[in-house]
């Protein structure tokens, strides 16, 4: 039984940063790739960044490229999303996810993710 849990959200003023981390457990970690997604008040969940299963790929929704980075520790069975100058409207909770396949370059869709976390707020003020 794959199991995602996260943590790191929190409150953060506008322009400021968060690290947040997912810790897997349940099947050989650095086989998959992975990603991290969000969700605001009356939105859909809509993806932020993922992660190859060896950590050399990465991609990054437009709205975040230079200002979030998604990496991956293989020996701590965690993967981080480094969040910098965040905004008010970044507000939302934040899940990992993990495919059902090994050996993926990274996703970018939700419907291509089979494990979920129970996801951590991130509240920016203005």
């Known amino acids: 039984q794959v199991q995602l849990v996260e943590s790191g959200g929190g409150l953060v003023q506008a322009g400021g940063s968060l690290r947040l981390s997912c810790a897997a457990s349940?099947?050989?970690?650095?086989?998959?790739?992975m990603g991290w997604f969000r969700q605001a008040p009356g939105k859909e969940r809509e993806f932020v960044a993922t992660?190859?299963?060896?950590?050399?790929?990465?991609y990054y929704a437009d709205s975040v490229k230079g200002r979030f980075t998604i990496s991956r520790d293989n020996a701590k069975s965690t993967v981080y999303l480094q969040m910098n100058s965040l905004k008010p409207e970044e507000t939302a909770v934040y899940y990992c996810a993990a495919p059902p396949g090994a050996y993926g370059l990274g996703y970018v869709t939700a419907s291509q993710y089979f494990y979920w976390g129970q996801g951590t707020q991130v509240t920016v003020s203005s």
């Open positions: 992660i190859s299963w060896g950590g050399g790929a990465t």
């Open positions: 349940g099947r050989a970690f650095s086989n998959y790739a």
